[in-house]
Nanobody, 113 residues
């Protein structure tokens, strides 16, 4: 059974940094596109970033370009999202997705002073 588990969320001040992790178990994630999404209170879930197999392809939504970096370590079956220069509008539950099918339970990121 495939499981996807996010971690690393928390409370951070504006301008701060966090690194989210997404650990996959039950099968190798190496050949699949992995993605991050987020959902803020009262809003729909939105795409944040994706990374292709081997890490050679990455895409970001415009609002996080230059601030967030997606990466993967296939030896650990884990994907990461390094978030720098965080803004209050980045506050959301962040979700990991594998293959467009498997979702984690989410990790809360709150950016506030």
């Amino acid at each position: 059974q495939v499981q996807v588990v996010e971690s690393g969320g928390g409370l951070v001040q504006p301008g701060g940094s966090l690194r989210l992790s997404c650990a996959v178990s039950g099968r190798s994630s190496a050949i699949f596109v992995m993605s991050w999404y987020r959902q803020a209170p009262g809003k729909e879930r939105e795409f944040v970033a994706r990374i292709g197999s081997g890490g050679t392809m990455t895409n970001y939504t415009d609002s996080v370009k230059g601030r967030f970096t997606i990466s993967r370590d296939d030896a650990k079956n884990t994907m990461y999202l390094q978030m720098n220069s965080l803004k209050p509008e980045d506050t959301a539950v962040y979700y990991c997705n594998m293959k467009g099918v498997y979702w984690g339970q989410g990790t809360q990121v709150t950016v506030s002073s």
